[in-house]
């Protein structure tokens, strides 16, 4: 088989970064620049952006009173406040559970655009595959183009989506598997496990999917999540051999996880996510991390990247981020996988 150039963009990301389509555009840029001179042009490459990348792209165009909120509870408040007549609107037109969901389908028509946009455009200019991180959207009632949008439904997901070298959105993935506390709390709908698929990676035979975050973990966070589903050994029993795994880690990576204070998130995330499977799976070979590195009001993003590749039963650290916090940690890591 060929081999693959693989990259993992660890963005240390800004409000300023979200503030227009064109600030959004040049940071992400600025990183696929940084990926394109390690790669070697002759060779496919797929490249891999953390979770809820996308999400604060709902920052665009807003007042910037509604920034100085103290915690997103705060910024609900005054946007509800501000846009109430169209939140209402929204809401009564999908018939939406919640204002907090509401305000996501009203927001995911400008998420859905600058995103689409934006990935297509560096993926045919690079001439990658990317793997596009994600997004707080609802589904585009007309497809996989970045226009026109409209909502499918009052359903609002955790979606990412994968580009080919030419542009085309190839895929879009539901996260299945919603994170207690935090997720559950926003109005999300979970992902059907069945709506996760593979495809191939282009001018290869290697089989790519994505799971994102906490779909990459083997065991539930809590005692209480009947529906936990293991997406990474489902799509180990599909035959999948490069796994993306977009990630936003919502607490202190260095310090006690607060569903589990006895010991450190950073800690629980190597003995229960992804590479603590890897090992033991039959088809997945490569695994591909990248993880936020984002503040903004109460929410704090940190983590530490990865790609690691299965060797037999060994498990080996092909790449690491430096980092796992601040500006110093945005990083863009990169290893070649040779199929072996």
Known sequence: MKAVDLFAVQPYMTVQDYRSESAFFQKMAG???????????????VIVWPEDLATFLLLTDVPPALLQARTLDEAFERIGKAHGPALVATLLRYRARSLKQAFFLWGSARVWRIWFRTMSELARRYRMTVVAGSALVAANRWGLVASPYAPASRHVYNLSLTFDPDGRAMQLTPKVNLVPTQEDQLGLTAGR???????????????????????????????????????????DQQGVQILAQPSANPWWWDQPWPLRPSVIRADQWQNESAIAQLGESRSIAVIINSHLIFDFLDLH???????????????VKLAEAPGFRGPEAETVLHARWTGD
Do not use: K, W
Request: aromatic letters at 10%; proline letters at 7%; charged letters at 20%.
């Open 31 to 45: 990183l696929f620049e940084v990926a394109d001179r390690q790669r070697d042009p002759a060779l496919p490459a």
């Open 193 to 235: 496990p069945e709506a996760v698929s593979a495809v191939r990676l282009p001018d290869t035979s290697a089989v790519l999917a994505t799971a994102i975050c906490y779909d990459g973990f083997q065991v539930a966070h809590t005692d209480s999540e009947p529906d936990f589903y293991n997406v990474m050994a489902y799509l």
């Open 301 to 315: 993003f940190d983590g530490q990247s990865v790609i690691a590749a299965r060797h037999g039963s060994s498990v």
